[in-house]
């Protein structure tokens, strides 16, 4: 498809979801609106072109559905699963990938990792639609995929190296005779810069996939819109109220860092220097607290909330509240001790070791406590992966502990619609509902339906499955109130 023709297409698409596209300076093709988008409108829906589920050795998910149960291997390359028939039944890109992935020696074939197969997939679907096996449409055409950047020109000696490599295997397990390995190299870099993590409800990474409409979409560290996932079907919706002819945005990185932080993660990933409203405060009084805040220390009066900046006479770190200097070598000590029992968590703590694990991420709590300001990034990870730990042995009360403890520091640095905040909400108003606070619990249930409803939309089984429990739990605190009355 020509590059006039196809762009034409996909502007009479837009041009119907009040859509639109246009070319920006420093930024190439930018989605723009045509109307207002209200929080929580869909903006846009895009199946992906070509998609895999993140498969390893402990887990597998169907490659049609992404679900992980009642999964049956395929008796052919034995690499990929499905769930039922109707899964396998259209497998029809599967069948041309199964023969190409028999090539290879099965020992070889499990260690195919899911960017590979993602590319095996992107080559064999683009084939089969060029030769009319599989349809064509405006959103769903390798000439969208063609139209994506790849930063190759900006790419270092080692990582050029890397994608040869890669399109070296490609080209093995595929054997096109019309394969070109430099092509294959650079549809590599586009995906490290296009691919999206497929999640479910919660945010958890399922699979990656290749969104070509919805890469057009730019990023800002402030998004006006958020993307998620309804299975693979991705959905950006408004965070919040988009007046027309304004251009929009999602995130692609972790935004709650510092400036210097997120710059750093989107020039590494995706090769751009950010100049959103956020980034261009940079070395601003307010970006300076900010970043002191959630990456800087804490003052060494235990009751002071202050942020520190280094001390001109270089003897420390001052608080910029109470003006009391905390010395270099009290940092410089809790940091090394910090760092010791850092070295010795396990990422991935296994069952039997989780009490252990446990103990020593608490210990490294307490050092954290000492050495950073409340707002933390480094003490909020680590109290989320104390709540995941806890939650996994069933201590639900220390558990709604640290979900309490998460939730203000998300508030303080995600925007006040981010669906982490809705998620962290519907975590707590289980814990209590579970521990017999039933009034808390509609409480937080219903902090969490209102952000994730903007995120998540309505209409999800997840969504119903929130507001089936926050009617549950409206219905036993009506029970539990009129029965303390009739006690009385």
Known sequence: MEEATLMADLQSFLRDRCLTVSNLPEKGRSLFTSTHFRPGEVILRQEPYVSVPNNNSSESRCDGCFKNNGLKKCSGCQVVWYCGSSCQSEWKLHRHECKALCRLEKEKRLLVTPTIRLMVKLYLK?????????????????????????HMSELDEKQLMLYAQMANLVNLILQFPSLDLKEIAENFSKFSCNAHSICDSELRPQGIGLFPLVSIINHSCSPNAVLVFEEKMAVVRAMENISKDSEVTISYIETAGSTLTRQKSLKEQYLFHCQCARCSNIGKPHDIEESAMLEGYRCANEKCNGFLLRDPDDKGFVCQKCMLLRSKEEVKKLAGDLKTVSEKAPASPSAENKQDAIALYKTMEKLQEKLYHSFSISLMRTREKLLKMLMEVESWREALDYCKLIVPVYQRVYPETHPLIGLQFYTQGKLEWLLGQTEEAVSSLIKAYDILRISHGTSTPFMKDLSEKLDEARAEASYKLLALKDGN
């Not at 639609?129 to 063609?146: A, C, F, G, R």
Request: no cysteine.
């Open 126 to 150: 683009r084939n089969l639609q060029n030769e009319k096996v599989i349809p064509t449409t405006t959103t769903d055409n390798y000439s969208l995929v063609e139209a994506l950047v790849s």
